[in-house]
Structures are given as structure tokens and as C-alpha cells.
């Protein structure tokens, strides 16, 4: 029988570019394989559980160049990105609670809306949501761009209290209270890296 699960390997390419390069193996029941280098640079090989080592060294070195360069790229990207210090995160958090609290009690009262609990958090990829049960989340990030992307968000995820999608009707009752929500819409992405902040030491400067 084959084996199947995670398995980390190192490339052996003495004298060439690639050398010692770790990469996890994935095995599973599936027929073919497969290549990933993730956001943090990091390369998974998905394979048959049944697959040869040997098989898979050389499917890693037959994309070699590829996956050095995504490598690269991964890095610069991460190397980009937003940081700050555990006690900046904090003290951020605690202004966008005060702050997005306070316009949701605005806006839910304007729209004639009710929800429940209010989370701050820290969302790799959304700046809000809304749950079936009417809790809002928020990402502590929007107290970092301006209070008009602020209030878009905030009606955004209130308009989902009466329809949990993206539906013609659903952008009806957003542009009720936010006419230019699609300027607002655009003006957000321009502020998306923000989102993918990392944590850095305290004695960062």
C-alpha cells in the first residue's frame, strides 16, 4: 500500500541553484501531481501516495527555474509588507472597536437594522462579514484608511442583515445610503495590502 500524508524533503543538487532547497510532500489517493510555492515562499508537491521518491525529486527538478522564481517573488512580496509591533496591533484594535461601534450604532439605526455581536479581528483577506445570526466582524486594519471606505464597509456588512449575498438587491439597499459605493468599492482595493500585515518585534523601529 502506498502512505499517505505530509512528508518534508531538501532538493540535492550539489553545485547548482536549488540546492537544499525543503519541500513538502503531500501524499494522497489522487492519479497526478502537482506544484505550489504558498504566499510565505514555501513549496508543497501534491502526489500518489504510491508515487517514488525518485519521481518526485525529478518533477521538483524539471521545474526548478519556476519554482526558484516564484520563490523570489514570494519573498519580495512578504519582505512588502505592512508591519507592526504587538503593541501597536493592540492599541489599533482598541481605536477600531471605538470607532466602527460607533458607526454601526449609526448607520443600523439609519437603515432601520439590528445585529448582534460586534468583533474586531484580524482577517488576512476580508476587511468585514456578516454572519447569519446578524454578528459582525471588522477588521482592525479600517481604522488605517479613510472614515469614507469606513462607512462603505460598515453599510456593506449591514446590508447583508437583509440579503446574505451580492445580488442586484443587495447592492439596492447599499446604494441607498452609499450612492458612490462602487468609487468607494474601487478605492478599498488600493488599501488591500494592508491586510496582509505581519507582527514584528518589539524593539522594531
Not at 502537482?34 to 514555501?42: E, I
Not at 449609526?106 to 432601520?112: D, V
Request: proline letters at 3%.
Amino acid at each position: 500500500m502506498g502512505r499517505t500524508g505530509e512528508y518534508l524533503y531538501r532538493l540535492k543538487a550539489a553545485g547548482r541553484p536549488g540546492d537544499g532547497l525543503e519541500y513538502t510532500v503531500v501524499r494522497s489517493v489522487r492519479k497526478t501531481m502537482s506544484l505550489q510555492v504558498k504566499r510565505d515562499g514555501s513549496v508543497v508537491v501534491r502526489c500518489p501516495s504510491r508515487m517514488a521518491d525518485a519521481r518526485i525529486s525529478s518533477f521538483v527538478e524539471e521545474h526548478l527555474d519556476w519554482i526558484l522564481q516564484c520563490v523570489e517573488e514570494a519573498r519580495e512580496q512578504m519582505e512588502d509588507r505592512p508591519m507592526f509591533t504587538e503593541a501597536e496591533i493592540r492599541q489599533y484594535r482598541e481605536k477600531a472597536r471605538k470607532i466602527l461601534t460607533g458607526k454601526v450604532q449609526f448607520w443600523a439605526e439609519r437603515m432601520g437594522i439590528t445585529y448582534g455581536r460586534i468583533a474586531i479581528r484580524q482577517q488576512a483577506t476580508r476587511w468585514g462579514s456578516c454572519s447569519s445570526k446578524g454578528n459582525l466582524n471588522f477588521n482592525w486594519v479600517l481604522v488605517l484608511v479613510p472614515e469614507t471606505l469606513q462607512d462603505y464597509v460598515v453599510v456593506h456588512e449591514l446590508a447583508h442583515r437583509r440579503e446574505m449575498n451580492h445580488s442586484p438587491r443587495f447592492w439596492k439597499i447599499v446604494g441607498q445610503y452609499i450612492p458612490d459605493y462602487a468609487e468607494r468599492k474601487r478605492q478599498l482595493k488600493e488599501y488591500v495590502s494592508l491586510t496582509d500585515i505581519q507582527t514584528a518585534p518589539e524593539d522594531w523601529e
